[in-house]
């Protein structure tokens, strides 16, 4: 029996599910089952970090110097650390907008690395 902790609503039910039958008890919610098979079979999870912005001569100081990004996917668990060195080698230039795909399938999985905040050369 392996045990966890459901991260799908703030109830945080402790689950305990079997490792052959992926049969999973202590959910209070469907959601609850679905989580727990799914964590023994194939862990998945959203990736959120943040990228440098590079400077642009022309817009003086005013950019920030990160802007936020995620996966637009749950990715593998196990590419997680690949996922995020190819995070930490991007530099981005405004304009960006929400939404647009910085990396296109991230560590060779289907997922994008996406903006999640939009970046002018004027704010």
């Known amino acids: ?3 966890l902790i459901c991260i799908t609503c703030p109830k945080g039910c402790h689950l305990k599910v079997d490792e ?3 049969a999973v008890t202590g959910n209070s919610c469907p959601r609850g089952a679905v989580y727990g098979a799914n964590e023994l ?3 998945v999870r959203v990736v959120t ?3 440098v912005v590079a ?3 022309s817009a003086g100081t005013n950019l920030p110097r990160r ?3 995620k996966t637009d996917r749950p990715i593998p668990k196990g590419k997680m650390f690949e996922v995020m060195a ?6 981005v230039k ?3 907008k929400v939404g647009d795909i910085l990396i296109s399938h991230v560590a060779g999985t289907d997922g994008n690395v996406v903006a999640t905040k939009e970046l002018t050369s004027d704010k």
């Open 55 to 57: 400077p642009v001569p």
């Open 41 to 43: 079979r194939d862990p």
């Open 86 to 91: 190819e995070i930490a080698k991007l530099r």
């Open 49 to 51: 970090s943040t990228v």
């Open 67 to 69: 802007l936020p990004v």
């Open 1 to 3: 029996m392996k045990e």
């Open 20 to 22: 052959e039958t992926f």
């Open 94 to 96: 405004p304009p960006v």
